[in-house]
């Protein structure tokens, strides 16, 4: 089965880092674009981070711009989502992706990814 499975998700104080993982099985991963997605209660999923299928390149929602950084490793078929200085307004369920094949750019839609994991629940408190 194709799977993505996020970790690291947990409950820290204002100011505090977390690193979330995501690991990639059944499924392709070294050539992809990865991506990260968030959506907090009543509102909609919005894109958080993205990074080219080498890791060379990468984009930010600027929400998250210079305190969150996501990173690779495809020897071990897992994406990271480094997150410093939280706030509440961060609080969520974090979401990883795997970019649709032949995507132009920085891919900061649902639609422009094809697989999806089942969320890491991230709660900072104030």
């Known amino acids: 089965q194709v799977q993505l499975v996020e970790s690291g998700g947990g409950l820290v104080q204002a100011g505090g880092s977390l690193r979330l993982s995501c690991a990639a099985s059944g499924l392709t991963f070294s050539i992809y674009a990865m991506g990260w997605f968030r959506q907090a209660p009543g509102k909609e999923r919005e894109f958080v981070a993205t990074i080219n299928w080498n890791g060379g390149s990468t984009y930010y929602a600027d929400s998250v711009k210079g305190r969150f950084t996501i990173s690779r490793d495809n020897a071990k078929n897992t994406v990271y989502l480094q997150m410093n200085g939280l706030s509440p307004e961060d609080t969520a369920v974090y979401y990883c992706?795997?970019?649709?094949?032949?995507?132009?750019?920085?891919?900061?839609?649902?639609?422009?990814?094809?697989?999806w994991g089942q969320g890491t629940q991230v709660t900072v408190s104030s």
């Open positions: 992706a795997r970019g649709r094949a032949h995507t132009v750019g920085a891919a900061t839609k649902d639609y422009e990814y094809d697989y």
